[in-house]
């Protein structure tokens, strides 16, 4: 039997809204669970990173409330010129540079550097692949390979590269690259062609692009039942809410790439969290309304924010029992 306090986390991508995740994790935390693995995409991957990093849920708010989010649109020199965003999303491929992003993650994350710094103790009892035995999970889009990786499990496999020496920052940026507001992410590596290596490169996106929430990352795959739980943090309401809203207005060139990409990011999800076993293990968290880019957020919604996620989390405390959701769904 594992330790019903032990528990893994998956965080869903959305920007700025990730200070809810925050709030959802601090109810987790003080209820004594312990977090062995997180999994994250865009600014799930952020909080996971801290989350993996060991940071405590005080240490976590202090550095959502001390954080500039503007300083995350970081333009370059072309962008300050007359009609110089939409330039720099033609030679760049998006508007802002996401460098801030990186550095700034490097200074919170202190002495955790690369995946090596995230490597699982020993366990006998787990099923784990020697390449998934890593604290924390990023899930990034590779476009040049039209496929989701998640790092660093897939930098040996797929790049031939050794993730214990991978930077987190690096993952990080990747999976945050939300499609033309932020630059792409490079991936440097080697394939062998006519028997020589040649240096070759992978553009790097939003994760969200092609899963957002797959809460499923870390299920054994060995038939045998869970020793603990895997807890979701989604970003938005329950399965349903849907039928209930209202249509976008998609009337120019712009709004309706941002409606592809919407439609990309949350329709293989929203079919995913249909699940019955899904959603029972999913913390819904009420964002408001509030987008992922909404960069200029004022210290209420921030704390409105925050307060959805804790809000949230003590709800679904109250109703959860790991045994019956083993005998229920995971019995055989």
Not at 5 to 23: F, P, S, Y
Not at 97 to 122: A, K, M, N, Q
């Amino acid at each position: 039997m594992g330790d019903s306090r032990n528990v893994d986390v998956v965080l869903e991508g959305g920007g700025v809204k990730g200070i809810a995740l925050v709030g959802a994790l601090s109810v987790l935390m003080d209820a004594g669970y312990v977090v062995q693995r997180v999994a994250g995409t865009s600014a799930g991957a952020i909080v996971g990173a801290l989350v993996a990093a060991g940071k405590s849920a005080q240490e976590m708010r202090d550095i959502m409330e001390a954080t500039d989010y503007s300083r995350f649109q970081d333009e370059s020199w072309l962008d300050k010129l007359p009609g110089g965003k939409i330039l720099s999303l033609l030679v760049d491929d998006g508007i802002y540079e996401g460098e801030y992003l990186r550095t700034w993650l490097d200074d919170v994350l202190g002495d955790v550097d690369t995946f090596s710094d995230l490597v699982l103790p020993p366990d006998p009892d787990s099923a784990l692949e020697p390449d998934e035995r890593y604290r924390l999970v990023v899930n990034v889009s590779d476009v040049s390979l039209g496929r989701l990786v998640r790092f660093p499990w897939d930098y040996q496999r797929i790049y031939g590269l050794d993730a214990g020496e991978q930077r987190i920052a690096d993952a990080v940026r990747g999976s945050m690259s939300i499609p033309f507001f932020f630059e792409p992410a490079k991936l440097e590596y080697k394939r062998v062609k006519d028997g020589r290596a040649k240096k070759v490169k992978s553009v790097l996106v939003d994760g969200g692009m092609l899963s957002n929430f797959p809460v499923d990352a870390f299920d054994r795959r060995d038939g045998q039942p869970p020793r603990w739980p895997t807890f979701g943090i989604k970003l938005s309401s329950r399965p349903g809410a849907l039928c209930e809203s209202f249509p976008k207005d998609v009337s120019t060139p712009a709004e309706l790439t941002r409606a592809m990409i919407g439609t990309m990011t949350s329709f293989r999800d929203a079919m995913y969290i249909d699940k019955p076993d899904i959603q029972a293990r999913t913390i819904f968290v009420d964002t408001f309304g509030v987008k992922a880019t909404d960069f200029d957020l004022d210290k209420a919604t921030q704390d409105q924010l925050h307060e959805s996620g804790v809000t949230a989390a003590t709800g679904f405390l109250e109703n959860w029992d790991f045994d019956e959701y083993k005998t229920t769904y995971r019995s055989g």
